[in-house]
């Protein structure tokens, strides 16, 4: 059969949604291999996410032809109707795998570029959460069932949870994950030595995941406004968000890479020690002098954020002996020759101003 209208308009939004997933993806990877950045566990998981957003679409367009998505249930047969119960089921697992894996790319993301011990340590635990409830969840679904073919065959004898239950539980989950990960990144970069106007425009950039939060929240709303009569017909809203949520999830996990690709949209700095010249003691005729941000200095994670993360050297050096951006500074010997013009005087002889020449 035929999509109805409904069916027609689902296809077409996430039809959009997905478009733009896949573009932000692929601009996501081309900043990497145009930064000459090595990809790591968020890129790849990103990768896997699209490809689970590709799969959801798919379901989409096969609930909506063949199993009555958005059609009333008097108007669709036996048979359609087990197509619907079985993709519905499908598309449960589909999300339940999709979920946490945007999440984990995000946190991934994070520890990239916050390189802090502690908050190593907080994200690492907040992983492997978020990994261990997304197991339980899809061995949940696996199991409300049974046998599992009474979800969709009611015709036989079967044992089954409360599924919008189940799926309100998971989530409030969902929601409550999307806040830690959106306020997570906040302490860190206030924590930068940047003045005040980068601070603001990187959280602008994070709080964008915020529309993440809304969705989370809307799509357990709309969960209550499916009819147990009319399943088929009054699911739209709760398909609809089922994929607007992850959708904008993903996108926003990709835009501070692609944000690399458009110089323009750099932060400018506007602290006052790149308007104004450095001036070398000129006492000391050898001098060896660090680069001010060492490997634990807050200002390397806005470095890292302004260069695309990291940089070739630093991929070489860094990610693949363990080590973080700045630990291959080493002093600079610097070699300061001073010219000395000594003129008399009638009264007293004195050196007239130093004038140095750095090599």
């Known amino acids: 059969m035929a999509p109805s209208a409904r069916g027609w308009e689902m296809i077409e939004i996430v039809s959009v949604l997905v478009a733009l997933c896949l573009i932000s993806v692929v601009l996501r990877w081309v900043a990497r291999l145009q ?26 367009v096969l609930w909506c032809s063949i199993g009555g998505n958005g059609a009333h249930v008097r108007d669709l047969d ?20 999709l979920c946490p894996a945007i999440k984990i790319s995000i946190i991934c993301f994070y520890r990239r570029v916050f390189t802090n011990p502690r908050f190593q340590h907080f994200t690492f635990g907040l992983n492997c959460l978020i990994g261990a409830w997304g197991t339980g969840i899809f061995l949940a679904c696996a199991g ?13 004898e079967g044992h089954c949870f409360d599924a919008n239950l189940f799926i309100i539980v998971n989530q409030a989950f969902n929601v409550l994950m999307d806040f830690v990960i959106l306020i997570l990144p906040v302490p860190m970069i206030w924590g930068l030595h940047r003045a005040w106007q980068d601070k603001l425009a990187l ?61 323009a949209l750099k932060l400018r700095n506007r602290s006052n020690r790149s308007d ?10 050898n001098s060896n002098f660090l680069s001010k941000s060492s490997p634990r200095s807050p200002d390397l994670e806005y470095m890292k954020m302004e260069a695309g993360m990291y940089s070739t050297q630093i991929e070489r050096n860094g990610l693949n002996t363990g080590r973080f951006l700045g630990d291959d500074l080493h002093p600079l010997n610097i070699k300061v020759q001073t010219d000395i013009a000594i003129t008399p005087d009638n009264d007293s002889t004195a050196p007239s101003t130093p004038h140095s020449q750095h090599h």
């Open 78 to 97: 036996t048979k359609t109707l087990m197509n619907y119960w079985k993709i519905f089921l499908a598309n449960q697992f589909t999300y339940f795998l």
């Open 276 to 285: 104004r010249p450095y001036y070398i003691n000129t006492d000391i005729s």
């Open 203 to 263: 959280n602008a950039v994070f709080a964008l995941g915020a529309f993440v939060c809304f969705a989370s929240i809307y799509r357990i709303v709309v969960l209550f406004w499916i009819s147990p009569s009319d399943p088929t017909y009054t699911v739209y809203q709760a398909t609809l968000w089922t994929h607007i949520e992850p959708s904008v999830g993903l996108i926003c996990s990709c835009l501070p890479i692609i944000r690399g690709l458009f110089p």
């Open 35 to 60: 930064r000459r950045v090595g990809f790591g566990v968020d890129d790849h998981l990103s990768a896997l996410s699209m490809v689970l957003m590709i799969a959801m679409l798919i379901e989409l």
């Open 144 to 156: 409300q069932c049974r046998p599992l073919r009474a979800y969709w065959d009611h015709s036989i």
